[in-house]
């Protein structure tokens, strides 16, 4: 039926939601982008969906994380056009300037070598493995791809 992907037993795994990993969009990590300090990527890549509307700014001034993750998912409002298309660039942009600005996190990723990332959500299949291991693990890519950026 399915193979078992053993590449992932040695994985280095982390929850994008998990406040104690410095591979987490929740943490936080305070950033400038765009002219404007973000509390976390959380708050910039929620605020990006609705970019050039007040909204955005009602989610960038979120007292947490995960309250700006919430208002960004809210069903009822209108994203920016393309946003699907988008959204991996806007993630990438707030972790790159995140490991840009803090010496921390950009050690917690050299660490990492070589090791596979991935984000272990059980219902993200975009930005994590998934629960059946078969997602796209973008936000661990963008970590190994940013990793290889600032070791080249």
């Not at 806007?90 to 660490?111: C, S």
């Amino acid at each position: 039926m399915f193979e078992h992907d053993t590449r992932l037993e040695e994985a280095l795994a982390f929850s994008r939601f998990d406040r104690e990993s410095p591979f987490s969009t929740v943490g936080a990590y305070p950033f400038e982008l765009e002219g404007q300090i973000w509390p976390s990527a959380e708050h910039y890549y929620q605020a990006s969906k609705y970019a050039g509307r007040p909204y955005a700014q009602t989610i960038a001034q979120a007292p947490s994380a995960e309250e700006a993750y919430r208002l960004g998912n809210r069903w009822f409002k209108r994203k920016v056009p393309e946003w699907k298309s988008r959204r991996k660039l806007m993630m990438t942009r707030a972790l790159y300037r995140i490991v840009n600005e803090h010496p921390a996190i950009k050690q917690a990723l050299l660490d990492t070598e070589e090791q596979l990332l991935i984000e272990t959500s059980l219902y993200g299949h975009y930005w994590g493995v998934g629960r059946d291991q078969r997602g796209e693990n973008t936000l661990g890519k963008i970590w190994m791809d940013i990793r290889q950026k600032i070791t080249a």
